[in-house]
């Protein structure tokens, strides 16, 4: 075997030795997720799955792309993943593949709200005071201020909680 060979094998196997020391290290240092679940977990009605804009309202897991279309006539689809962005509006909408119903509207800070009227930056008190206690409620173990609030299971609205504020909202259902 040539010198310059054996140079090529020692760099090799030390650039692998490396990858492989910092991935056990990345791998251990993980964040430890805290889950706390409520005695009763909330139940959230259909109308619970109506989504709240001036343009109209539309409902998670019985609105058709077609309706939905009529409310937001204007945006993007992005590819063919089944997830429309309406012109204007920080949110995302996503469509079952084969019934193409609306399934899941994920909210970020626009004029769209839950059907008790909760919106991008109101209180976690205010989505306490209006959906109850029963959420499960999940977060970092050194981040406990940065967490996500979860109601229901089939039906749910997830928020996604900073600083007592509410960050983000996700509302799915299944196709009804």
Do not use: W
């Not at 030390?14 to 910092?22: E, P, Q, R, S, Y």
């Not at 279309?69 to 469509?95: I, Q, W």
């Amino acid at each position: 075997m040539r010198v310059i060979d054996k140079k090529e094998y020692t760099v090799v196997a030390i650039i692998f030795l490396a990858a492989v020391l910092i991935f056990s290290l990345v791998s251990r240092n993980h964040a430890d997720i805290i889950r706390e679940t409520p005695n009763q977990p909330a139940i959230l009605a259909d109308n619970d799955m109506v989504v709240v804009s001036p343009s109209g309202n539309i409902v998670v897991g019985k609105s058709t792309r077609d309706e939905v279309m009529m409310v937001y006539p204007e945006g993007n689809n992005l590819g063919r993943s089944g997830v429309y962005r309406p012109k204007d509006l920080d949110c995302l909408l996503s469509f079952s593949k084969h019934e193409d119903v609306l399934i899941r509207v994920d909210i970020g800070f626009c004029d769209l709200s839950t059907s008790r009227g909760i919106k991008a930056n109101d209180s976690f008190n205010k989505v306490v005071e209006l959906y109850g206690n029963g959420y499960t409620k999940a977060y970092d173990k050194d981040k406990p201020h940065i967490f996500d609030a979860y109601y229901g299971s089939d039906q749910y609205i997830l928020f996604k909680i900073e600083d007592n504020l509410v960050k983000q909202i996700y509302i799915g259902s299944q196709v009804q």
